[in-house]
């Protein structure tokens, strides 16, 4: 972790704004998170502050990740010069190859880099349909692809303006064993492989998790499949397509 200033004043940042939250950490696994060498982590997507919690996790290996992220963030005035200087990775839907270029000269450089297979946050909760590129970078790169979930992340700050900086929430990050793709493996395979990983680390970290919901309204942040009142994965994929909707209706608006 030498070097990297900026990142390192905003993991200092993060660190005391935690704490003034009370945030309670389990994180299981860490010894998956190489010391040194690259590796790419693939993580489920439940909130805005998901890769604060990742990276939170990479730096008990004294490991900075570089994450994905789509170009949105990085066009911001007050994010973008951040994310630049922390090198992360833009990711720009119209020209994912730029993206899988970097991705890749990252990992040949010895990084870590983050990836959110599902792209966007998740409103049922639940693994969403993967994108392929945390498994195609590890197989064409021959990398190791490490499993990560988050759980609890949901209940700080997420999509559809729903946030809470109550003190004392607990939050769950787990680390799978890698994945050692062989050259001649199918990114299918790979994919299908860390979801499955993926599921049964969420299912874990759900299982142990110690809050509850203390009321009837406060189930939004639980599944429906475990007596939640999050939204269906199907109901969940129409809210995504209304949201993306209406941001492209905005943005023709403006132009």
Known sequence: MKGDPVYR???????????????????????????????????????????????????????????????SVFDNRVSGPLMRAMRHIPVDRASGAAAYRRAARAVAAGELVGIFPEATISRSWELKSFKLGAATLAVR??????????????????????????????????????????????????????????????????????DVPTCADDRWWLPASCGGTAPSLDRAAELEAAATARRAARNTARA
């Not at 790419?40 to 939170?56: E, K």
Request: a positive charge; one cysteine or more; aromatic letters at 10%.
């Open 141 to 210: 790169e021959q990398v190791p692809l490490v499993p990560v979930v988050l759980w609890g992340a949901q209940r700080t700050f997420t999509t559809d303006k729903r946030y809470s900086f109550g003190r004392g929430k607990a939050i769950t990050v787990a680390l799978g064993a890698p994945i050692v793709a062989a050259p001649t493996d199918s990114p299918l395979d790979v994919d299908a492989e860390l979801r499955r990983r993926m599921q049964e680390l969420l299912d874990a970290a759900r299982r142990d998790y110690p």
């Open 9 to 71: 004043g905003v993991i200092r940042v993060f660190r005391v704004v935690f704490r003034m939250l009370g945030l309670r950490f389990t994180l299981r696994g860490l010894d998956n998170v190489p010391t040194d060498g690259p590796a790419v982590l693939a993580c489920n997507h439940l909130s805005y502050l998901d890769f604060t919690f990742v990276g939170l996790a990479a730096t008990h290996r004294r490991r900075l990740v570089r994450f994905m992220a789509k170009q």
